[in-house]
Structures are given as structure tokens and as C-alpha cells.
């Protein structure tokens, strides 16, 4: 469930997810560390570094101009079956830019690594009914 499912402004999928366990954005943990420091990083999301998103800007220009949304793969699926758009707390803290401190998506990372904040959806919890 742990990955990124690029959604374009018809809701049509980009490309086929990138889920944790693909190393493609390896080279990026390094660099991500660098800009903000893994001390800081770390203590916002609790969260090793899964930087398939920084990965797809850089390589895939393309399909990263076309995103308007990123969702979770669990998501997606909930999106499919009502319609509704969003992601819930517990999952989202293994995105690259949630603060599970505030439980909401970290504008500091955000700007930091020069993302749209518009590209995340609202955030609700685990036993909420969203559609």
C-alpha cells in the first residue's frame, strides 16, 4: 500500500505506481539528506526516505507535468470504488512529506524539495467514512 498512484486533472492515472520497494530514487536519499538534514527529515516523518516522486520530476518530465494529484495505492482503489479523493493519517505518514506531529502534509519539506502542496489530498483519520 506504501507508494504513489500520479493522478492527472481528469483523474487518470500517469503511469503505474512506484511502490516502496522499488529502488529507482535510491540516488535521491543522499541528496534529499543534504538539502534538509536527515536529523530534521527523520524527526518530521518517522519515515525513511521513499523519493520515487523527486525520481519521476526528474526523469519523467512529462508525466510529472500532467500530475495534479497523488494519491496512495489504497487510495486509489478508494477513489475508484466512490469517487472520493483523499488519504488517511496512518498511510500517509510513509509519503516523503507528511509530519506526524501536526498530522498534516509538511509544508517544510513541501517547499523544500520545490513540490505543489496542491498535489496532496485531505487528510482524514484511519476510522473516518470518506465515501
Not at 522499488?22 to 518530521?44: H, N, T, W
Not at 506526524?100 to 482524514?124: A, C, H, M, N, V
Request: proline content about 5%; glycine content about 6%; some cysteine.
Amino acid at each position: 500500500m506504501h507508494g504513489m498512484v500520479p493522478l492527472d486533472e481528469s483523474r487518470e492515472v500517469v503511469r503505474p505506481a512506484i511502490i516502496w520497494c522499488d529502488q529507482l530514487a535510491s540516488e535521491y536519499v543522499d541528496s534529499v539528506y543534504r538539502i534538509m538534514g536527515k536529523e530534521i527529515f527523520s524527526r518530521i516523518t518517522l519515515n525513511p526516505l521513499s523519493p520515487g516522486f523527486l525520481w519521476m520530476r526528474d526523469y519523467e518530465g512529462e508525466n510529472y507535468k500532467r500530475v495534479k494529484t497523488v494519491l496512495l495505492p489504497k487510495d486509489y482503489v478508494r477513489y475508484r470504488l466512490t469517487g472520493s479523493i483523499g488519504s488517511e493519517i496512518t498511510d500517509s505518514s510513509s509519503t516523503l512529506v507528511f509530519d506526524t506531529s501536526t498530522r498534516q502534509w509538511s509544508k517544510k519539506i513541501i517547499e523544500t524539495l520545490g513540490l505543489d502542496e496542491t498535489y496532496f489530498p485531505e487528510l482524514s483519520d484511519p476510522l473516518s467514512v470518506v465515501g
